[in-house]
């Protein structure tokens, strides 16, 4: 069966947030004391009492607005709303029941869903605060008192929530599952391809750039096995990083490239790769992280015959570092072979997960040193004794010879052309490491 799902909603600037991060023991979402920070819904595990659930954070509910991000995050407090086992209300000790806090209640009443009352920034010991029984007035039973600063009341809260829960089945882990980081620059498409291959509005789409800001988790099954989705905020260039939010959000797109199985770069068909792109795309490449280059917005392009040949030997060439990469041409707005992806993302995860054996390498070394003679530099030559695949995530071999000084970068690249061209590789950065030992040896 699946996981509970225990959603944290409330008005904005209760401490959901800092809460989301004091149960799930990380820090996945932006704590600002700004409100309106967390916009789409964040996921992740958390553990209690043997009890593993999903617990999500949601932005703060706005009951009466127009303002159209504050719109898009009432819309997706209100799936969390619909898809939660349970919701914890989180209100404010401070600022006392308000009106927003009485729309919010009733808005989770007519839900029909289980509610927990937490009442947060209660950070003293001791007696509980009497100004905690004003909460009663919401109609939701017992107020909780908690400290999300501090953790104090969050056993006692996470217990009342197990209390809803279903009886436990054995579940099966989900080894198999592929981690997918959707990364790219503002307003390439991220959040729109998301939304195209769940078939719902999962995140906030708008042509406002840096709409999304915490990189959200989304797990996606179908018929060609089981991915986590993860929507990474635009990257700016730091020059265009003007506020201290969304310096927060780069860093959780590093994070969700770090524990990304395959990365997704999007490029807009439009503008073709720019100066951003190339940095985006880096971070992958030097985090060793299998990609796929991904032109969106392709339905927006006039074109003939050679178009797309065109556009694939622009980006190989601007990308030159990322040659490895399988380029793929789609349309989220349009669904254009978006399903294509599945199959490159299974591709490309395999080719990183490659072992070669030792006598394999060895044969394609013996074949490409016959080939090309080593170098050598003032009489002494390069002699490279043998090869062997350290570890996988990206494939890693180290190469033994006499002399590292004389390894010219030039023939590590050319070794590793040697092969790519025999064990294919495709879509995976590879490591070389180089090592000495003597001749004796």
């Given at each position: 069966?699946p996981?509970?799902?225990?959603?944290i909603v409330?008005?904005?600037?209760t401490?959901?947030?800092?809460?989301?991060n004091k149960l799930?023991?990380k820090?996945?979402?932006?704590?600002?004391?700004t409100p309106g920070?967390t916009?789409?819904r964040?996921?992740a595990p958390?553990?209690?009492?043997?009890?593993?659930?999903?617990l999500v954070?949601?932005g703060?509910?706005?009951?009466?607005t127009e303002?159209e991000?504050?719109l898009?995050m009432?819309e997706q407090?209100?799936i969390?709303?619909?898809?939660?086992?349970?919701?914890?209300?989180?209100c404010?000790l401070?600022?006392?029941v308000t009106?927003?806090?009485?729309?919010?209640?009733?808005?989770?009443?007519?839900?029909?869903r289980?509610?927990?009352?937490?009442?947060?920034?209660?950070d003293?010991?001791?007696p509980?605060?009497?100004d905690?029984?004003?909460?009663?007035n919401l109609?939701l039973?017992?107020?909780?008192?908690?400290s999300?600063?501090?953790?104090?009341g969050?056993?006692?809260l996470?217990?009342?929530?197990?209390?809803f829960?279903?009886?436990?089945d054995e579940e099966?882990?989900?080894?198999?599952?592929?981690?997918?980081?959707?990364?790219?620059?503002?307003?390439v498409g991220?959040?729109?391809?998301?939304?195209?291959i769940?078939?719902?509005?999962r995140?906030?789409v708008?042509d406002v750039?840096?709409?999304t800001r915490d990189?959200?988790?989304t797990?996606?099954?179908n018929?060609t096995?089981k991915y986590?989705?993860i929507?990474?905020?635009?990257m700016r260039?730091?020059?265009?990083?003007?506020d201290?939010?969304?310096?927060?959000?780069?860093l959780?797109?590093a994070?969700?490239i770090?524990?990304?199985d395959?990365?997704?770069i999007?490029i807009?068909a439009?503008?073709?790769v720019?100066?951003?792109?190339t940095k985006?795309?880096?971070?992958?490449?030097?985090?060793?992280?299998?990609?796929v280059i991904?032109?969106?917005k392709w339905?927006?392009v006039?074109?003939?015959?050679?178009?797309?040949?065109?556009?694939r030997?622009?980006?190989?060439r601007?990308?030159?570092?990322?040659s490895y990469a399988p380029?793929?041409f789609i349309s989220?707005?349009t669904?254009q072979r978006?399903?294509r992806?599945?199959?490159?993302?299974?591709f490309?995860?395999e080719?990183?997960?490659?072992?070669i054996?030792?006598?394999l390498l060895?044969s394609?070394?013996?074949?490409?040193?016959?080939?090309?003679?080593p170098?050598?530099?003032?009489?002494k030559?390069?002699k490279?004794?043998?090869?062997?695949?350290?570890?996988?995530?990206?494939p890693?071999f180290v190469?033994?010879?006499?002399?590292?000084?004389?390894?010219h970068?030039s023939?590590r690249?050319?070794?590793?052309?040697?092969?790519r061209a025999?064990?294919?590789?495709?879509?995976?950065?590879v490591?070389?490491t180089?090592?000495?030992?003597?001749e004796k040896?």
């Open positions: 069966m996981r509970p799902i225990v959603a409330g008005r904005p600037n401490g959901k947030s800092m809460l989301f799930t023991g820090r996945l979402s932006i704590v600002e004391d920070v916009r789409d964040l996921y958390c553990e209690w009492c043997g009890r593993t659930f999903t954070d949601t703060g509910i706005e009951p009466n303002d991000i504050l898009f009432r407090a209100r969390a709303i619909e898809s939660a086992t349970v919701i914890i209300l989180l404010d401070r600022t006392g009106a927003a806090d009485h729309d919010v209640a009733n808005m989770l009443l007519k839900a029909g289980p509610v927990v009352l937490a009442v947060n920034k209660a003293s010991t001791g509980t605060d009497p905690v029984y004003e909460f009663y109609g039973g017992d107020p909780i008192p908690v999300a600063l501090h953790g104090h969050t056993g006692e996470l217990d009342a929530c197990l209390a829960f279903p009886e436990q099966e882990p989900d080894d198999d599952v592929i981690q997918v980081a959707v990364i790219g620059r503002p307003n991220k959040s729109s391809l998301i939304n195209r769940l078939g719902q509005e995140v906030i708008s750039a840096g709409t990189a959200v988790d797990p996606f099954e018929e096995g986590l989705f929507d990474t905020a635009g260039r730091k020059a265009k990083i003007g201290r939010i969304e310096k927060f959000s780069i959780r797109a994070m969700a770090e524990r990304a395959v990365c997704l999007l807009d439009q503008t073709g720019t100066e951003q792109d985006v795309a880096g971070m992958a490449h030097e985090a060793g992280k299998a990609s991904v032109v969106n339905d927006a006039e074109k003939d015959d050679r178009t797309m040949d065109r556009m030997e622009a980006v190989k601007d990308l030159a570092f990322m380029v793929a989220a707005l669904g978006v399903n992806l599945f199959e490159l993302i299974r490309v995860n080719q990183s997960h490659m072992r054996t030792t006598g060895n394609v070394l013996a074949d490409a040193t016959a080939r090309v003679q170098p050598s530099d003032k009489g030559r390069l490279v004794f043998y090869i062997t695949q350290a570890g996988i995530c990206p890693h190469v033994f010879c006499n002399d590292s000084s004389l390894f970068f023939y690249r050319y070794l590793e052309n040697q092969i025999v064990f294919g590789l495709e879509g995976t950065p490591r070389m180089i090592r000495e030992r003597s040896k």
